[in-house]
């Protein structure tokens, strides 16, 4: 979501859906990285849901949907409204997918995809620190510490002569 315009596209969509909610329509807000979390639930003021889109910062953590959906599961389950959706703002990033097993939406939920990604999403390239290893050797009397890096390329062309910077307590 940090490329280009996607953060500012994802939360101007989601102020649009905000703006266009009905007298009585009830909405939670809920952002998600790895993790999930919710803002105030079945919350009618359209100014407090516009307030936490605007205040929202990018995250650089890897995503997942499954805590989303499942966080916006376990609110439907506990609605006795007659009429439920969700919409799913994203990038829509394929590493994410594998999370969302398992999610079962009451019967009737209408799940709405609105995607912020670019036309040359295949196109750009999507590096990510897969994991960091800190092996520690002795050599002639001293320690020293081995740092390995796992790298995992997204995009769908390779990718050469990456610098990659590693920064500890600035």
Do not use: C, H
């Amino acid at each position: 979501m940090g490329y280009g315009d996607r953060w500012e596209r994802a939360k101007d969509a989601a102020i649009d859906v905000v703006d266009g909610l009905a007298g009585e329509d009830r909405a939670t807000v809920i952002f998600f990285d790895s993790g999930a979390q919710a803002g105030p639930r079945s919350s009618t003021n359209r100014a407090s849901l516009a307030g936490l889109v605007d205040d929202a910062e990018l995250s650089a953590r890897t995503t997942r949907y499954g805590p989303a959906l499942k966080l916006a599961e376990s609110i439907f389950e506990d609605s006795d409204l007659p009429f439920l959706e969700a919409v799913l703002i994203s990038d829509f990033q394929r590493a994410g997918v594998e999370s969302a097993t398992g999610v079962r939406f009451p019967q009737g939920t209408v799940l709405t995809p609105i995607a912020v990604g670019g036309a040359d999403d295949d196109a750009t390239e999507n590096v990510s620190v897969a994991g960091v290893l800190f092996q520690r050797e002795y050599f002639s009397g001293r320690e020293r510490v081995v740092v390995g890096a796992r790298l995992t390329n997204r995009g769908s062309d390779p990718v050469e002569d990456l610098d990659v910077t590693l920064e500890m307590e600035g």
